[in-house]
């Protein structure tokens, strides 16, 4: 079972308890803003929990739920996956992650990124990380900078996901590569 932790949280496999307040956070407007489809209903974050598990048991890591220690509350999901067929090139591993607007600015998302990268270095070995958002989703982007992505020039795509038109379909591709032997410890 992966379980990955940092000071403050705890990344674990998903547990039935997380359902319901995860599906409030994939029902908040403004932490979904930048999403399609933007809001989720309670079945869609159910299925979403349930691949999330099938992906772990396949592969040895996934999307995983994010536990803030000081009180156990889920405060979101953040992992590493494999890039959809929407994502041009050949990539070995995404990066992402979804927080609860009640969490923002307190420096989770970076930490638990940062935890992330840790572990697709040493565990997986990976030779580099995408992350792809909208290309107006500002919040995301920086984020990702701050955890030493860059942005791959050439590499923005729209994602066939998104319908044609739509503000959202327009995305941004970012990379961050396996850092040097001498750069892990």
Not at 23 to 49: C, F, G, K
Not at 122 to 142: D, F, K, M, V
Request: charged content about 25%; some cysteine.
């Amino acid at each position: 079972m992966l379980i990955l932790e940092t000071s403050r949280l705890v990344l674990r496999p998903w547990q039935d308890g997380d359902r319901v307040p995860f599906a409030a956070i994939n029902a908040d407007a403004e932490v979904r803003q930048y999403y399609y489809p933007s809001l989720l209903t309670a079945a869609e974050t159910d299925e979403l929990i349930d691949e999330a598990g099938e992906q772990l048991a396949k592969e040895g890591f996934g999307f995983l739920a994010v536990e803030r220690k000081a009180d156990g509350a889920l405060i979101g999901g953040a992992g590493l996956s494999r890039p959809g067929p929407e994502v041009p090139g050949d990539f070995p591993l995404e990066i992402g992650w979804i927080l609860g607007r009640a969490y923002w600015r307190q420096g989770y998302a970076t930490e638990v990124s940062q935890r992330c990268l840790d572990f697709a270095w040493r565990q997986l070995q990976a030779r580099c990380i995408i992350g792809y958002t909208s290309a107006i989703n500002t919040p995301s982007r920086r984020a990702m900078e701050k955890i030493g992505m860059h942005h791959v020039e050439g590499g923005d795509f729209d994602d066939v996901t998104v319908p044609p038109g739509h503000i959202l379909r327009p995305h941004v591709l970012y990379r961050i590569d396996r850092p040097k032997p001498e750069q892990q410890e």
